[in-house]
């Protein structure tokens, strides 16, 4: 299962790859700005859902464009085939094929290809997070006032109240605001490039992945009341296990 994941991950990031800037939005599957479909997240999809059914048919799926299949099995297979599709849509080189194996509710394997920048993060549980074969751990950073994260890419109400509840605490100015890609926020922040997110808004193929990397890499991965992170939470924080406590106390009752 883990070459499969690695392999079915890379075909993918390959295909979208050869469709950047060259492809515009399909349509849009609401009002909202970034929810929207292009081409290649419908052949991104195509190529890791049939792969899937094809070895392993017992397993589940819930994929962004194709839906569920079996989302009570033992293994379900969580997939965005381009995470940071307004990105892709718009030229702009952060985003990322993101897939992730459950196992009875918990996740196992996580891969998450980023072709335009060369980047291809992997994590099994217990055995550590990966940047291009390389292992990767979150920064040692103890103080919020020191730090550097990622407070979501979008200003909805409750990450505006997160945001507001930064601001007046003064214990950071170096807030970043999203990268409008799950998987630049939270593998750069596994990677040691920034030291904590904070995601309020987001669905299972958001988390679901960037969660067992985060957590390889050394982070405490949680819901915003300090919850174990799990499948069912719809928001992830996540930091090195001290400056986590410090987040969660403008994060708790958001």
Not at 132 to 150: E, F, M, P
Not at 212 to 236: F, H, M, Q, Y
Request: charged share 25%; net charge positive.
């Amino acid at each position: 299962m883990e070459k499969f994941i690695q392999d079915i991950t890379k075909k993918a990031g390959t295909a979208v790859l050869k469709q950047f800037r060259n492809v515009g939005v399909k349509y849009m599957k609401s009002d909202d700005l970034w929810d929207c479909v292009t081409q290649a997240d419908l052949d991104a999809d195509r190529i890791i859902v049939s792969a899937i059914k094809k070895k392993y048919p017992s397993h589940g799926i819930i994929s962004e464009e194709s839906g569920e299949y079996y989302p009570d099995s033992e293994y379900v297979w969580i997939i965005d085939p381009i995470d940071g599709t307004r990105n892709f849509a718009t030229h702009v080189p952060l985003f990322g094929t993101m897939v992730a194996l459950a196992h009875k509710g918990d996740v196992m394997l996580a891969a998450i290809d980023m072709p335009a920048t060369n980047e291809f993060f992997f994590a099994r549980a217990g055995k550590g997070a990966f940047l291009n074969g390389k292992r990767i751990h979150c920064t040692k950073t103890d103080t919020l006032s020191r730090s550097a994260g990622y407070g979501g890419s979008s200003l909805r109400h409750r990450t505006r109240k997160f945001l507001r509840n930064l601001v007046k605490s003064r214990t950071t100015k170096q807030t970043i605001i999203g990268s409008f890609a799950c998987c630049a926020n939270q593998c750069y922040v596994a990677a040691g490039r920034a030291d904590w997110v904070v995601s309020l808004s987001g669905k299972i193929w958001d988390f679901a992945p960037v969660s067992l990397i985060l957590k390889e890499a050394g982070c405490t991965v949680t819901d915003v009341s300090g919850r174990p992170w799990t499948l069912n939470a719809l928001e992830i924080v996540a930091a090195n296990p001290v400056l986590h406590k410090q987040l969660l106390k403008l994060t708790k009752g958001i």
